[in-house]
């Protein structure tokens, strides 16, 4: 299926970042300050004045990665293999249903279209993607979660739940949210192993909470 910009619109790498950019909404400075990715710089490849390198290509993955969109380095490069957005379709996916099995690729994208529109449902929605198994059993790496972000006393009400959690140093974690003895609240694991730094973390200053009610898993 033929994507929905003309050739002209996606001709070169600067041109296919901006097109990414914009199918996520999102700003260069908002991409700055969660992936640490510089604006200046993000602004000189899309607009062709500096040279986009593989290296910056992998860091462009990595952050929209995290925002939910699957793209490749190949893509955004060299314009080749699967669009971010419109070569698989929903009546793809919908096609001959007790007689077709996803790909494993195709079942990735699928993830993340329902992780957009799960964003788009709420203005005030999150996504996370599991990164290790300090969740386990009931998550694993490369889930997705999902919530709707919560403020000021009404993070109270999901103490005990399995929360998408920022702290007001700019951190992002997904533990259990956790009130403890002296009234402050706890992060903790609930698989911690050898693996995990630290399994609790104890008196953290949060700024908000997302409880997941919503959770994707890879079809295996």
């Not at 494993?104 to 005030?124: Q, T």
Request: net charge negative; aromatic share 10%; with cysteine.
């Amino acid at each position: 299926m033929a994507i929905d910009p003309n050739k002209e619109e996606l001709a070169n790498p600067g041109k296919r970042l901006k097109y990414i950019r914009s199918l996520l909404r999102v700003s260069r400075a908002y991409l700055q300050e969660k992936y640490g990715l510089p604006e200046v710089t993000l602004k000189s490849w899309e607009n062709e004045t500096t040279s986009l390198t593989h290296s910056g290509a992998k860091r462009c993955v990595d952050a929209y990665r995290g925002e939910g969109l699957i793209v490749s380095e190949d893509w955004i490069m060299e314009g080749v293999g699967l669009d971010p957005k419109t070569t698989v379709t929903v009546s793809h996916y919908f096609a001959n249903p007790t007689s077709k099995e996803l790909s494993l690729e195709d079942d990735e994208v699928a993830m993340v279209r329902e992780a957009n529109a799960f964003k788009e449902s709420y203005p005030n929605a999150v996504i996370m993607i599991v990164s290790n198994d300090d969740m386990r059993p009931f998550y694993r790496p490369g889930d997705y979660v999902g919530g709707k972000m919560r403020f000021g006393e009404a993070i109270k009400v999901f103490i005990n739940k399995d929360c998408i959690i920022y702290l007001k140093n700019g951190e992002r974690f997904f533990r259990r949210f956790i009130k403890n003895s002296v009234g402050g609240y706890n992060l903790t694991c609930l698989n911690p192993n050898e693996n995990t730094v630290e399994p609790v973390l104890y008196n953290v200053d949060v700024d908000g909470v997302a409880p997941v009610i919503w959770h994707r898993w890879k079809d295996e």
